[in-house]
Protein backbone atom coordinates (compact mmCIF):
# COMPACT_ATOMS: atom_id res chain seq x y z
CA UNK A 1 0.00 0.00 0.00
CA UNK A 2 2.48 2.37 1.08
CA UNK A 3 4.66 1.56 -2.27
CA UNK A 4 2.01 2.05 -4.26
CA UNK A 5 0.98 5.72 -2.73
CA UNK A 6 4.95 6.50 -3.31
CA UNK A 7 4.52 5.50 -6.84
CA UNK A 8 1.83 7.33 -7.66
CA UNK A 9 3.30 10.49 -5.76
CA UNK A 10 6.67 10.27 -7.43
CA UNK A 11 5.08 10.01 -10.93
CA UNK A 12 3.18 12.89 -10.46
CA UNK A 13 5.81 15.02 -9.31
CA UNK A 14 7.75 13.70 -11.56
CA UNK A 15 5.88 15.53 -14.48
CA UNK A 16 5.42 18.55 -13.07
CA UNK A 17 9.19 19.01 -12.49
CA UNK A 18 9.78 17.16 -16.28
CA UNK A 19 7.70 19.53 -17.93
CA UNK A 20 9.12 22.78 -15.77
CA UNK A 21 12.73 21.87 -16.02
CA UNK A 22 12.12 21.24 -20.27
CA UNK A 23 9.90 24.52 -19.79
CA UNK A 24 13.31 26.62 -18.17
CA UNK A 25 15.49 24.94 -21.04
CA UNK A 26 13.42 26.41 -23.56
CA UNK A 27 12.88 29.91 -21.73
CA UNK A 28 16.66 30.00 -21.31
CA UNK A 29 17.18 29.86 -25.13
CA UNK A 30 14.29 31.46 -26.33
CA UNK A 31 15.85 34.83 -26.13
CA UNK A 32 19.07 33.99 -28.48
CA UNK A 33 18.78 35.22 -32.22
CA UNK A 34 19.17 32.63 -34.82
CA UNK A 35 21.90 33.69 -37.03
CA UNK A 36 21.17 33.88 -40.42
CA UNK A 37 23.17 30.72 -41.70
CA UNK A 38 20.84 28.36 -39.25
CA UNK A 39 17.69 30.33 -40.17
CA UNK A 40 18.48 29.29 -44.34
CA UNK A 41 19.60 25.48 -42.71
CA UNK A 42 16.56 24.75 -40.58
CA UNK A 43 14.26 27.08 -42.19
CA UNK A 44 12.89 28.55 -39.57
CA UNK A 45 12.82 32.32 -41.07
CA UNK A 46 9.79 33.68 -37.89
CA UNK A 47 8.65 31.13 -35.58
CA UNK A 48 9.19 27.71 -35.53
CA UNK A 49 7.02 24.64 -35.90
CA UNK A 50 6.79 21.58 -34.33
CA UNK A 51 7.06 19.64 -37.64
CA UNK A 52 10.82 20.76 -38.17
CA UNK A 53 11.71 19.05 -34.96
CA UNK A 54 12.91 15.61 -36.14
CA UNK A 55 14.81 17.24 -39.20
CA UNK A 56 16.74 19.90 -37.04
CA UNK A 57 17.55 16.94 -34.70
CA UNK A 58 19.04 15.70 -37.45
CA UNK A 59 20.93 18.26 -38.36
CA UNK A 60 22.22 18.05 -34.87
CA UNK A 61 23.59 14.72 -35.31
CA UNK A 62 25.79 15.85 -37.93
CA UNK A 63 27.69 18.12 -35.54
CA UNK A 64 30.16 16.79 -32.66
CA UNK A 65 28.46 17.05 -29.66
CA UNK A 66 29.33 17.93 -26.20
CA UNK A 67 28.52 16.23 -22.59
CA UNK A 68 27.07 19.17 -21.44
CA UNK A 69 25.10 20.02 -24.22
CA UNK A 70 23.76 16.51 -24.07
CA UNK A 71 21.17 16.75 -21.60
CA UNK A 72 19.48 19.66 -22.68
CA UNK A 73 18.75 18.12 -26.01
CA UNK A 74 17.89 14.45 -24.74
CA UNK A 75 15.25 15.91 -22.00
CA UNK A 76 13.34 18.43 -25.13
CA UNK A 77 13.15 15.44 -27.07
CA UNK A 78 11.41 13.72 -24.14
CA UNK A 79 9.50 16.71 -23.66
CA UNK A 80 8.51 16.55 -27.36
CA UNK A 81 7.45 12.91 -27.09
CA UNK A 82 5.40 13.71 -24.41
CA UNK A 83 3.57 17.05 -26.09
CA UNK A 84 3.24 14.67 -29.24
CA UNK A 85 1.24 12.15 -27.14
CA UNK A 86 -0.80 14.49 -25.15
CA UNK A 87 -1.16 15.67 -28.81
CA UNK A 88 -2.96 12.42 -30.00
CA UNK A 89 -4.95 11.73 -26.94
CA UNK A 90 -5.96 14.11 -24.44
CA UNK A 91 -5.63 17.34 -27.03
CA UNK A 92 -8.25 15.73 -29.27
CA UNK A 93 -10.81 16.41 -26.43
CA UNK A 94 -9.80 19.70 -25.44
CA UNK A 95 -9.21 22.17 -28.37
CA UNK A 96 -7.50 24.89 -26.45
CA UNK A 97 -4.73 21.98 -25.51
CA UNK A 98 -3.89 21.37 -29.17
CA UNK A 99 -3.12 24.67 -29.27
CA UNK A 100 -0.86 24.90 -26.42
CA UNK A 101 0.85 21.67 -27.63
CA UNK A 102 1.43 23.32 -31.06
CA UNK A 103 3.42 26.24 -29.28
CA UNK A 104 5.31 23.61 -27.12
CA UNK A 105 6.32 21.81 -29.64
CA UNK A 106 7.39 25.19 -31.99
CA UNK A 107 9.08 26.28 -28.82
CA UNK A 108 11.37 22.71 -28.48
CA UNK A 109 12.42 22.82 -32.42
CA UNK A 110 13.64 26.52 -31.53
CA UNK A 111 15.05 24.89 -28.66
CA UNK A 112 17.03 22.80 -31.05
CA UNK A 113 17.69 25.12 -33.56
CA UNK A 114 19.88 27.09 -31.02
CA UNK A 115 21.70 24.04 -29.67
CA UNK A 116 22.13 23.90 -33.64
CA UNK A 117 23.42 26.77 -33.74
CA UNK A 118 26.15 26.63 -30.41
CA UNK A 119 27.35 22.98 -31.84
CA UNK A 120 28.37 24.86 -35.37
CA UNK A 121 30.34 27.19 -33.49
CA UNK A 122 32.02 24.43 -31.01
CA UNK A 123 33.12 22.41 -34.47
CA UNK A 124 34.10 25.90 -36.14
CA UNK A 125 36.54 26.88 -33.22
CA UNK A 126 37.63 23.15 -32.81
CA UNK A 127 38.72 23.26 -36.58
CA UNK A 128 40.19 26.63 -36.44
CA UNK A 129 42.16 25.50 -33.02
CA UNK A 130 42.89 22.37 -35.44
CA UNK A 131 44.18 24.55 -38.63
CA UNK A 132 46.16 26.16 -36.07
CA UNK A 133 48.01 23.59 -34.33
CA UNK B 1 32.16 -8.15 -14.47
CA UNK B 2 29.17 -6.20 -15.43
CA UNK B 3 28.75 -5.58 -19.40
CA UNK B 4 30.10 -4.10 -21.75
CA UNK B 5 26.48 -1.73 -21.95
CA UNK B 6 26.73 -0.95 -18.26
CA UNK B 7 30.46 0.09 -18.07
CA UNK B 8 29.42 2.14 -21.13
CA UNK B 9 26.77 3.98 -19.03
CA UNK B 10 29.14 3.75 -15.79
CA UNK B 11 31.86 5.59 -17.74
CA UNK B 12 29.73 8.29 -19.31
CA UNK B 13 28.18 8.95 -15.48
CA UNK B 14 31.85 8.99 -14.51
CA UNK B 15 33.04 11.64 -17.36
CA UNK B 16 29.50 13.57 -16.80
CA UNK B 17 29.97 13.77 -13.01
CA UNK B 18 34.10 15.23 -13.69
CA UNK B 19 32.22 17.85 -16.24
CA UNK B 20 30.01 18.91 -13.61
CA UNK B 21 32.99 19.71 -11.24
CA UNK B 22 35.28 21.28 -14.11
CA UNK B 23 32.45 23.54 -15.94
CA UNK B 24 31.62 24.76 -11.96
CA UNK B 25 35.19 25.85 -11.30
CA UNK B 26 35.76 27.09 -14.69
CA UNK B 27 32.54 29.31 -14.69
CA UNK B 28 33.07 30.37 -11.45
CA UNK B 29 30.14 28.44 -9.33
CA UNK B 30 32.36 25.92 -7.02
CA UNK B 31 32.27 28.13 -4.00
CA UNK B 32 28.39 29.43 -4.22
CA UNK B 33 27.33 25.74 -4.66
CA UNK B 34 29.78 24.26 -2.86
CA UNK B 35 27.60 21.29 -1.22
CA UNK B 36 26.14 19.96 -4.68
CA UNK B 37 29.96 19.75 -6.10
CA UNK B 38 30.95 18.02 -2.76
CA UNK B 39 28.13 15.80 -3.67
CA UNK B 40 29.70 15.23 -7.44
CA UNK B 41 33.70 14.97 -6.11
CA UNK B 42 32.17 12.06 -3.45
CA UNK B 43 30.01 10.07 -6.28
CA UNK B 44 33.69 10.21 -8.54
CA UNK B 45 35.42 9.22 -5.05
CA UNK B 46 32.30 6.50 -4.78
CA UNK B 47 32.57 5.63 -8.47
CA UNK B 48 36.18 4.79 -8.47
CA UNK B 49 36.08 2.91 -5.11
CA UNK B 50 33.01 0.86 -6.56
CA UNK B 51 35.13 -0.01 -9.31
CA UNK B 52 38.06 -1.36 -7.28
CA UNK B 53 36.27 -3.53 -5.06
CA UNK B 54 34.04 -4.79 -8.48
CA UNK B 55 37.21 -5.91 -10.09
CA UNK B 56 39.08 -6.95 -7.24
CA UNK B 57 36.10 -8.66 -5.65
CA UNK B 58 33.66 -9.40 -8.29
CA UNK B 59 30.33 -8.30 -8.71
CA UNK B 60 28.10 -10.86 -6.67
CA UNK B 61 30.81 -10.45 -3.58
CA UNK B 62 29.52 -9.55 -0.32
CA UNK B 63 32.09 -6.32 -0.08
CA UNK B 64 31.09 -5.14 -3.39
CA UNK B 65 27.80 -5.52 -1.53
CA UNK B 66 28.29 -3.97 1.26
CA UNK B 67 30.11 -1.16 -0.09
CA UNK B 68 27.22 -0.29 -2.46
CA UNK B 69 24.60 -0.12 -0.16
CA UNK B 70 26.75 1.93 2.39
CA UNK B 71 28.28 4.57 0.04
CA UNK B 72 24.97 4.64 -1.62
CA UNK B 73 23.36 5.79 2.24
CA UNK B 74 26.04 8.08 2.80
CA UNK B 75 25.64 10.00 -0.64
CA UNK B 76 21.56 10.59 -0.07
CA UNK B 77 22.67 11.88 3.02
CA UNK B 78 24.89 14.33 1.56
CA UNK B 79 22.65 14.74 -1.45
CA UNK B 80 19.85 15.40 1.24
CA UNK B 81 21.75 18.30 2.64
CA UNK B 82 23.13 19.77 -0.79
CA UNK B 83 19.36 20.05 -1.21
CA UNK B 84 18.93 21.84 2.06
CA UNK B 85 21.84 24.51 0.88
CA UNK B 86 19.38 25.56 -2.30
CA UNK B 87 16.63 25.75 0.07
CA UNK B 88 19.05 28.44 1.92
CA UNK B 89 20.33 30.03 -1.56
CA UNK B 90 16.08 30.36 -2.17
CA UNK B 91 15.72 31.71 1.47
CA UNK B 92 18.74 33.52 1.27
CA UNK B 93 16.74 37.26 1.67
CA UNK B 94 14.75 36.16 4.74
CA UNK B 95 17.84 34.88 7.13
CA UNK B 96 16.67 31.46 7.19
CA UNK B 97 19.77 29.17 7.26
CA UNK B 98 19.68 28.62 10.70
CA UNK B 99 15.90 27.23 10.59
CA UNK B 100 16.59 25.49 7.42
CA UNK B 101 19.20 23.51 8.92
CA UNK B 102 17.19 22.84 12.10
CA UNK B 103 14.52 21.80 10.02
CA UNK B 104 16.76 19.65 7.93
CA UNK B 105 18.21 17.46 11.05
CA UNK B 106 15.03 16.87 12.34
CA UNK B 107 13.51 15.36 9.15
CA UNK B 108 16.71 13.52 8.81
CA UNK B 109 16.35 12.37 12.42
CA UNK B 110 12.60 11.31 11.62
CA UNK B 111 13.03 9.87 8.81
CA UNK B 112 15.95 7.51 10.29
CA UNK B 113 13.84 6.27 13.71
CA UNK B 114 11.09 5.27 11.05
CA UNK B 115 13.83 3.41 8.80
CA UNK B 116 14.78 2.01 11.74
CA UNK B 117 10.85 1.22 13.34
CA UNK B 118 10.33 -0.80 9.90
CA UNK B 119 13.55 -2.59 9.81
CA UNK B 120 14.09 -3.75 13.44
CA UNK B 121 12.19 -7.16 12.92
CA UNK B 122 14.69 -8.37 10.63
CA UNK B 123 17.76 -9.49 12.74
CA UNK B 124 19.76 -10.69 9.74
CA UNK B 125 22.32 -8.01 8.45
CA UNK B 126 20.03 -5.13 10.62
CA UNK B 127 22.37 -2.32 9.38
CA UNK B 128 22.96 -2.45 5.69
CA UNK B 129 19.04 -3.47 6.13
CA UNK B 130 18.89 -0.26 7.78
CA UNK B 131 21.31 1.78 4.99
CA UNK B 132 19.56 0.14 1.94
CA UNK B 133 15.80 1.31 3.44
CA UNK B 134 17.35 4.99 4.88
CA UNK B 135 18.39 6.09 1.01
CA UNK B 136 14.94 4.88 -0.29
CA UNK B 137 12.99 6.81 2.20
CA UNK B 138 15.09 9.55 1.95
CA UNK B 139 14.63 9.47 -1.73
CA UNK B 140 11.61 10.20 -1.52
CA UNK B 141 12.07 12.86 1.44
CA UNK B 142 14.10 14.84 -0.85
CA UNK B 143 11.08 14.37 -3.70
CA UNK B 144 8.53 15.92 -1.54
CA UNK B 145 11.29 18.89 0.15
CA UNK B 146 12.16 19.47 -3.58
CA UNK B 147 8.45 19.72 -4.47
CA UNK B 148 7.38 22.15 -1.41
CA UNK B 149 11.19 24.09 -1.99
CA UNK B 150 9.37 24.75 -6.38
CA UNK B 151 6.44 25.63 -4.43
CA UNK B 152 8.49 28.50 -2.74
CA UNK B 153 10.05 29.53 -5.88
CA UNK B 154 6.89 29.90 -7.16
CA UNK B 155 5.59 31.97 -4.51
CA UNK B 156 8.48 34.30 -3.71
CA UNK B 157 9.02 35.12 -7.53
CA UNK B 158 12.50 33.50 -7.11
CA UNK B 159 13.81 34.23 -11.21
CA UNK B 160 17.85 33.04 -10.93
CA UNK B 161 17.68 30.72 -13.69
CA UNK B 162 20.02 28.35 -12.88
CA UNK B 163 19.17 27.88 -9.22
CA UNK B 164 16.28 27.00 -10.93
CA UNK B 165 17.50 24.44 -12.76
CA UNK B 166 19.33 23.17 -10.46
CA UNK B 167 16.63 22.38 -8.03
CA UNK B 168 14.15 21.20 -10.85
CA UNK B 169 16.47 18.76 -12.49
CA UNK B 170 16.39 17.65 -8.77
CA UNK B 171 13.69 17.08 -8.39
CA UNK B 172 13.37 14.78 -11.53
CA UNK B 173 15.84 12.86 -10.45
CA UNK B 174 14.55 12.07 -6.91
CA UNK B 175 11.48 11.50 -8.44
CA UNK B 176 12.71 8.90 -10.78
CA UNK B 177 14.20 6.99 -8.34
CA UNK B 178 11.45 7.17 -5.77
CA UNK B 179 9.39 5.81 -8.35
CA UNK B 180 12.01 3.08 -9.47
CA UNK B 181 12.27 1.52 -5.62
CA UNK B 182 8.54 2.02 -5.40
CA UNK B 183 7.78 -0.16 -8.64
CA UNK B 184 10.59 -2.81 -7.58
CA UNK B 185 9.04 -2.85 -3.97
CA UNK B 186 5.66 -3.84 -5.68
CA UNK B 187 6.71 -5.98 -8.21
CA UNK B 188 10.08 -7.39 -7.36
CA UNK B 189 10.32 -9.73 -10.13
CA UNK B 190 10.68 -6.54 -12.01
CA UNK B 191 13.82 -6.13 -9.70
CA UNK B 192 16.25 -7.30 -13.15
CA UNK B 193 14.30 -4.27 -15.41
CA UNK B 194 14.69 -1.89 -12.68
CA UNK B 195 18.36 -2.22 -11.29
CA UNK B 196 19.91 -0.89 -13.90
CA UNK B 197 17.80 1.33 -14.72
CA UNK B 198 19.06 3.58 -11.12
CA UNK B 199 22.86 3.31 -12.93
CA UNK B 200 21.15 5.29 -16.13
CA UNK B 201 18.84 7.46 -14.11
CA UNK B 202 22.21 8.44 -12.83
CA UNK B 203 23.62 10.14 -15.62
CA UNK B 204 20.96 12.44 -15.67
CA UNK B 205 21.97 14.80 -13.09
CA UNK B 206 25.20 15.39 -13.74
CA UNK B 207 24.31 16.04 -17.24
CA UNK B 208 21.93 18.79 -16.38
CA UNK B 209 23.57 20.58 -13.49
CA UNK B 210 27.03 20.45 -16.14
CA UNK B 211 24.63 21.88 -18.75
CA UNK B 212 23.10 24.70 -15.74
CA UNK B 213 26.80 25.75 -14.49
CA UNK B 214 28.25 26.04 -18.28
CA UNK B 215 25.49 27.22 -20.45
CA UNK B 216 23.90 29.67 -17.73
CA UNK B 217 25.55 32.53 -16.30
CA UNK B 218 24.75 33.52 -12.28
CA UNK B 219 22.74 36.55 -13.63
CA UNK B 220 20.36 34.91 -16.17
CA UNK B 221 16.72 35.37 -15.53
CA UNK B 222 13.38 34.03 -16.04
CA UNK B 223 10.18 34.18 -15.33
CA UNK B 224 9.44 31.06 -12.91
CA UNK B 225 5.37 31.27 -13.19
CA UNK B 226 5.76 30.76 -17.05
CA UNK B 227 7.33 27.52 -15.99
CA UNK B 228 4.71 25.75 -14.07
CA UNK B 229 2.49 22.87 -15.22
CA UNK B 230 -0.50 25.01 -14.11
CA UNK B 231 -0.41 28.51 -15.54
CA UNK B 232 -0.36 30.91 -12.29
Not at chain 1, 26 to 41: C, F, G, R, T, Y
Not at chain 2, 66 to 92: E, M
Not at chain 2, 100 to 118: C, P, S
Amino acid sequence: MMAAIILVCSVVFLLQFFVSYSRSLIAASIKHPLSAEVQDVTGIKTSAKGEDFARVVQLLHLCPDRPEDRSGIQAIGAYFGLLGFVRSSVARLVPSLLAWTETERGQCTYFAAVTLERRIAFSRDMFAQQLEG
Amino acid sequence: MPGPFACFIWFIGFLCQAAVLVCALKKGAFRRYLLLNLYMAGLIAVDLGRYKILSEYGQGSTQYLYFYYYSDAILTIFLYFALCTLYSHVFSEMNAERYVKMGALLLLGGTAIFTYAVVQQSTAKLVTHFAAELSQNLYFVGVVLTYVLWGAILKLRETRTRLIQLVLSLGVYFSLLAANYAIRNLYPSLSSVFIPLVQIFGTFLPLAWAYAFWRLPEEARLVPSRLAVIPR
